[in-house]
């Protein structure tokens, strides 16, 4: 038996209202039993506040119409920014794009993160210069974005997002030579990547075609020449560890557990920022 909700979730437990299946993430405690989301919004007087009522996430957040509404609006400032791209060129670029430290000469001045340029983490996660990368890595947040997304939850889907690109950032900061550039959203990406697994490996999905995509995209990031292999990697450590937080947190203090699973992906990030900073200045 299948939760109604999650068919892929097996579950023993049925609504004491309408007797159809629910699994544990779905179930709403009523005074015999438990009831089903639609049951308790239809009528039920359970006591709970009305947040119990709303079908919920694996990570708790509230689930939603549109699965990808986060998804198109970082799809759209990636949009925005390569189209910026086109039409002002490779100053518009050099003013956004990842470097540590160094000397631009189309700029006339050092620039990079060390130099107090700490946004570049940021802005070079949602810059694209050519074409093929742009497309590439837009295809990737739309799919694999469209499976993660409703998973989490708008907003910690957000949070899972900027973690990944800044990650990717930071590990490109400390490990490549202090003048190399780098932009895409790679990191992003390889973050929803390591997402994905912790999320399927969750939902005891089988595994093999999860891997096997995880194993080309490596193979494709080793294999091609001036690809940001840093990026990757940071974004898909970061992405796994944040999610396996979000998702594996204790219902009893979920928020507080996942508050602090972010906050020290954070922390983590800030400290080999500096640390890399001390180093080249």
């Not at 074409?131 to 469209?146: D, T």
Request: charged share 15%.
């Amino acid at each position: 038996m299948h939760c109604y909700r999650h068919p892929d979730v097996e579950t023993g437990i049925r609504c004491t209202r309408c007797e159809k299946p629910i699994c544990p993430e779905c179930m709403v405690s009523a005074a015999v039993g438990f009831q089903c989301p639609d049951c308790v919004r239809t009528g039920s007087v359970t006591g709970h506040a009305p947040d119990a009522n709303r079908p919920k996430t694996i990570a708790g957040g509230r689930v939603r119409t549109d699965g990808r509404l986060v998804t198109k609006i970082i799809i759209a400032v990636n949009l925005g920014l390569f189209i910026a791209a086109q039409v002002a060129g490779d100053r518009f670029v050099d003013e956004l794009v990842m470097i540590g430290y160094a000397y631009n000469p189309l700029l006339g001045e050092v620039v990079g993160v060390a130099d107090g340029e700490w946004y570049r983490l940021i802005t070079s996660a949602f810059l694209h210069q050519e074409a093929v990368h742009f497309v590439f890595n837009m295809l990737g947040l739309w799919v694999i974005g469209g499976i993660v997304e409703p998973e989490l939850g708008r907003v910690r889907y957000a949070v899972l997002c900027l973690l990944s690109g800044l990650s990717g950032s930071a590990l490109v900061y400390l490990i490549a030579p202090a003048n190399q550039a780098s932009l895409g959203a790679s990191g992003i990406v390889f973050g929803l990547i390591g997402a994905w697994v912790v999320l399927a490996r969750r939902r005891r999905h089988d595994m093999g075609p999860v891997l096997l995509f995880v194993a080309i995209s490596l193979v494709f990031t080793f294999a091609r020449p001036g690809v940001s292999w840093e990026a990757h990697i940071g974004g898909l450590v970061a992405g796994a560890l944040v999610t396996y937080g979000l998702v594996h947190a204790p219902r009893t203090r979920r928020e507080l557990v996942q508050y602090g699973v972010c906050g020290l992906m954070l922390l983590i990030d800030l400290g080999i920022v500096l640390a890399r900073t001390a180093a080249l200045t």
